[in-house]
């Protein structure tokens, strides 16, 4: 921002209004204009829609088929309504791969690149839609919680619990699709990066967490990532180092940006095609 100095009628110095830096206006725009095509797309593509659809039913009935069936000790509304968003998280991070991988699949990437040459603004606007797309998911998979447990019969609970909890899931939430559409930038391929993230995810770690200490346990990505949603594990030494919600978020938040970072290098040093 600048400004110029002219003279009044008086003959004494006036302050000409300050002029915005035309590069910064310039890269707004630009920024704007990827925004508007990133949510284009995203409203326009039916995996998308059936991808929150899916969240909903899915988090709904599995939470109230918990409610309903599973008697094993007294339950809550409380207790149980973020027991869906563990399934909002797959559903966030296989969108966040998608709003990448489809691109590069599809051949649509390179009339992307042409139309905006500057790789780091469409990856800033994938970044941003992907994290608005993910806390939508987040919010859509605690309120599918809620409905279940609550259809599933059970007694409210401590429900001044419920708020806080429910943030720390939407930031999971958004954190996953984040972290999948890192993934997606690198991978480029969706089967490829979906089939590797779940497989970490629902194996791997699984095994890594029961042979490793839990002291190095818990800084892997979803043991992290699950402790956003505060699930009990039976282990008393796990539980004895557990991380602090705070913990759990930067531990987490610290691979999606990771991921970020990794593939937002390779969208710069890659081919459009």
């Known amino acids: 921002m600048t400004s110029t100095t002219t003279i009044s009628a008086t003959g004494t110095p006036a302050a000409s209004p300050p002029t915005l830096d035309p590069v910064a206006?310039?890269?707004?725009?630009?920024?704007?204009?990827?925004?508007?095509?990133?949510?284009?797309?995203?409203?326009?593509?039916?995996?998308?829609?059936?991808?929150?659809?899916?969240?909903?039913?899915?988090?709904?009935?599995?939470?109230?088929?918990?409610?309903?069936?599973?008697?094993?000790?007294?339950?809550?509304?409380?207790?149980?309504?973020?027991f869906a968003s563990v399934f909002t998280a797959v559903f966030a991070a296989v969108a966040g791969i998608l709003l990448f991988s489809t691109?590069?699949?599809?051949?649509?990437?390179?009339?992307?690149?042409?139309?905006?040459?500057?790789?780091?603004?469409?990856?800033?606007?994938?970044?941003?839609?992907?994290?608005?797309?993910?806390?939508?998911?987040?919010?859509?998979?605690?309120?599918?919680?809620?409905?279940?447990?609550?259809?599933?019969?059970?007694?409210?609970?401590?429900?001044?619990?419920?708020?806080?909890?429910?943030?720390?899931?939407?930031?999971?939430?958004?954190?996953?699709?984040?972290?999948g559409l890192g993934v997606g930038m690198a991978a480029r391929h969706s089967t490829v990066a979906i089939s590797g993230l779940l497989v970490w995810w629902l194996v791997v770690e699984n095994l890594l967490a029961v042979f490793l200490d839990p002291q190095l346990s818990r800084f892997l990505p979803f043991v992290a990532g699950n402790g956003l949603l505060q699930i009990v594990v039976d282990d008393p030494d796990a539980l004895a180092v557990a991380l602090s919600l705070p913990q759990n978020a930067a531990v987490f938040g610290g691979y999606s940006l990771l991921a970020l970072v990794v593939g937002a290098a390779l969208l710069h040093r890659r081919d459009a095609h």
């Not at 284009?40 to 929150?52: N, P």
Request: proline share 3%.
């Open 103 to 179: 691109e590069a699949q599809h051949g649509s990437l390179g009339p992307t690149l042409s139309a905006q040459p500057r790789r780091w603004v469409v990856a800033a606007a994938k970044a941003t839609t992907t994290a608005v797309f993910g806390a939508a998911l987040g919010l859509a998979g605690v309120a599918a919680g809620l409905l279940g447990a609550v259809l599933g019969g059970i007694p409210a609970g401590h429900t001044s619990t419920i708020l806080e909890s429910s943030l720390w899931a939407v930031a999971f939430a958004t954190l996953s699709a984040l972290l």
């Open 25 to 82: 206006v310039s890269t707004v725009r630009r920024l704007g204009r990827a925004l508007v095509s990133e949510s284009i797309k995203l409203t326009t593509v039916r995996s998308y829609r059936a991808i929150a659809a899916l969240t909903v039913a899915v988090g709904t009935l599995v939470t109230w088929g918990v409610a309903r069936y599973v008697d094993d000790e007294p339950m809550t509304v409380a207790m149980l309504f973020l």
